[in-house]
């Protein structure tokens, strides 16, 4: 047998090492984790998540873009859910998240209902993957299993938002760039992009499409004018009520292909929404998925399972929170 130090491996066996990597990790997560161990997790995490979604439905979008926003920080170790500190501001509190992300108490509810009964057990990481499926089940949209197993982090800062979230304003290159990075095609961008589907945007995040679009004081052209007058409408310019939100598709309690058919309406509201149609590649899955809302259902629950296995902490790695708000330590 050749023996060769890490450093100095052919290209292949670096790359094969990777993989191996890769699947041993995921491999650790498993459908039916908590079976043996607390077998009501599943069940508590979406009675909690159906009683929140009753007394408000917009918290379904929330749960979603929290798994998201978890996820693609540090991976899906639950650094999203942690508070700030005097002497570091968390992920929470970031440009990004804050106030825009919701559905904190969700997970609070849902992880001292698991404390009661399986103390130590469940991880903060999978009861935000479990609400995020069970949100979009809720509203509409596929249903799928959960590989559960992950383990919390310890760390997490808002300056760490920069370069692994999309700002709205991203157009087709950069977030095609920023999902490679995280591993995904660009059509699996495309296809979780569909998760705009659900849910609400304060008027900051589009404005700059409204009234002074590249630095020219006007609206921008490719906006649908009946859309921009009912956006003007609502976020008028100069505007200082943070309260103000706007549904983000013509169906923002629905989890469903509807936000691809807005987006060739010329109705995204995002410059992310509409810089789908600027390349060919990227319109012609937008026409797909309009055309085939069952296909992207599929592509949409299995990108998000992918997405729950980004990074994740295993085994001995991390810990298991018992306030999801702040680490044992």
């Known amino acids: 047998m050749i023996e060769m130090s890490p450093g100095k491996l052919s290209p292949v066996l670096a790359i094969l090492a990777v993989v191996l990597f890769r699947q041993s990790v995921h491999s650790q997560l498993q459908i039916g984790f908590y079976k043996y161990k607390c077998s009501l997790v599943e069940f508590?995490?979406?009675e909690e998540?159906?009683?929140?979604?009753?007394?408000?439905?917009?918290?379904?979008?929330?749960?979603?873009?929290?798994?998201?926003?978890?996820?693609?920080?540090?991976?899906?170790?639950?650094?999203?859910?942690?508070?700030?500190?005097?002497?570091?501001?968390?992920?929470?509190?970031?440009?990004?998240?804050?106030?825009?992300?919701?559905?904190?108490?969700?997970?609070?509810?849902?992880?001292?209902r698991l404390e009661a009964v399986c103390k130590g057990v469940v991880s903060c990481a999978d009861i935000v993957a479990f609400a995020a499926r069970d949100?979009?089940?809720?509203?509409?949209?596929?249903?799928?299993?959960?590989?559960?197993?992950?383990?919390?982090g310890r760390t997490s800062l808002a300056s760490e938002i920069t370069g692994n979230l999309p700002p709205p304003t991203f157009i087709v290159n950069q977030l095609t760039q920023l999902f490679a990075n995280k591993?995904?095609?660009?059509?699996?961008?495309?296809?979780?992009?569909?998760?705009?589907?659900?849910?609400?945007?304060?008027?900051?995040?589009?404005?700059?499409?409204?009234?002074?679009?590249?630095g020219t004081l006007m609206q921008d052209p490719s906006l649908d004018p009946r859309y921009t007058a009912m956006l003007k409408q609502k976020c008028p310019q100069g505007g200082t009520n943070p309260n103000v939100v706007v549904p983000m598709t013509s169906t923002p309690n629905i989890t469903d292909a509807g936000y691809y058919v807005d987006i060739l309406a010329?109705?995204?509201?995002?410059?992310?929404?509409?810089?789908?149609?600027?390349?060919?590649?990227?319109?012609?899955?937008?026409?797909?998925?309009?055309?085939?809302?069952?296909?992207?259902?599929?592509?949409?629950?299995?990108a998000m399972v992918k997405?729950?296995?980004?990074?994740?902490?295993?085994?001995?790695?991390?810990?298991?929170?018992?306030?999801?708000?702040?680490?044992?330590?």
């Open 44 to 46: 508590i995490v979406k």
């Open 49 to 112: 998540v159906t009683k929140a979604l009753i007394r408000d439905r917009g918290l379904a979008a929330g749960l979603l873009r929290m798994h998201f926003h978890d996820c693609f920080v540090r991976g899906c170790d639950a650094s999203i859910l942690l508070d700030s500190t005097p002497s570091s501001t968390a992920e929470k509190d970031s440009f990004a998240n804050n106030p825009s992300l919701r559905g904190y108490e969700v997970i609070d509810n849902a992880k001292a």
């Open 135 to 152: 949100s979009i089940e809720i509203t509409g949209g596929p249903v799928y299993n959960v590989p559960a197993g992950r383990r919390d």
């Open 183 to 214: 591993g995904f095609t660009q059509e699996e961008m495309v296809t979780l992009s569909g998760g705009h589907t659900i849910g609400r945007s304060h008027c900051t995040s589009f404005s700059n499409r409204l009234y002074n679009f590249s």
């Open 266 to 302: 010329n109705r995204g509201l995002f410059t992310s929404d509409h810089t789908l149609l600027t390349s060919p590649a990227t319109a012609y899955q937008v026409a797909q998925n309009a055309r085939n809302p069952m296909q992207w259902r599929a592509k949409f629950a299995a």
């Open 307 to 329: 997405m729950g296995q980004l990074e994740v902490l295993t085994g001995t790695a991390g810990e298991i929170r018992a306030n999801c708000r702040v680490t044992n330590s």
